[in-house]
């Protein structure tokens, strides 16, 4: 029995954040610049753009990503970058403006870290056993939820973690016609 596997490729446009929930060293927000893409990060984005899509209640969602009733059948692996390597993390500022004053709100200056690459890419593996039309319909579900995808990270609409992903997967419009399909199912 083989496995599936697939690959995605991700251009950043920008620099991104996935903080790691704690400040450090005059950070506000830092992140890990060992692990700054976990794979946690690339599955819930991945879960949340196939939501976005198909909707809440498709139940494909479930049975690609997981539900509270089963896990997932598949394995995300953290992004790792190209040759180039991810860029020196920088602090960034962002503050709050009052609207009545246009001047900045006291105590609301945050110092946050971000971080960035050319490239970096990930996978995804099928970690139990799926029949051949269920591993076509998940591969599908994949390729298209990460193509879709637009941003990822804190603060995306506001400029931070615009990325173009791409898998090793084509997609033609009428896989995308069945993909959106799902969403009525």
């Known amino acids: 029995m083989s496995t599936s596997t697939l690959r995605f490729d991700i251009t950043f446009h920008t620099p991104f954040r996935v903080s790691t929930g704690h400040a450090r060293d005059e950070l506000d927000a830092a992140i890990d610049p060992e692990l700054p893409l976990p794979s946690t990060s690339l599955k819930g984005l991945m879960r949340a753009t196939a939501v976005k899509l198909l909707g809440k209640n498709a139940e494909i969602v479930g049975s690609v990503f997981g539900s509270p009733r089963h896990e997932s059948p598949w394995r995300w692996s953290d992004a790792a970058p190209d040759e180039s390597g991810w860029h020196r993390p920088k602090a960034a500022a962002r503050l709050e403006i009052a609207r ?4 900045a709100k006291e105590d609301m200056l945050g110092v946050r870290e971000q971080i960035g690459a050319e490239h970096a890419w990930f996978t995804v593996t099928e970690r139990g056993f799926l029949d051949d039309e269920t591993l076509r319909t998940h591969r599908l579900v994949l ?3 990460a193509r879709a995808t637009r941003s990822l990270g804190a603060d995306r609409r506001r400029g931070l973690g615009w990325v173009t992903i791409s898998s090793d997967i084509n997609i033609e419009r009428s896989d995308v016609e ?3 399909e799902l969403g009525a199912a």
Do not use: E, K
Request: proline share 0%; charged share 10%; no cysteine.
């Open 100 to 103: 009545d004053t246009h001047t």
């Open 143 to 145: 390729a298209v939820a």
């Open 178 to 180: 069945t993909f959106l």
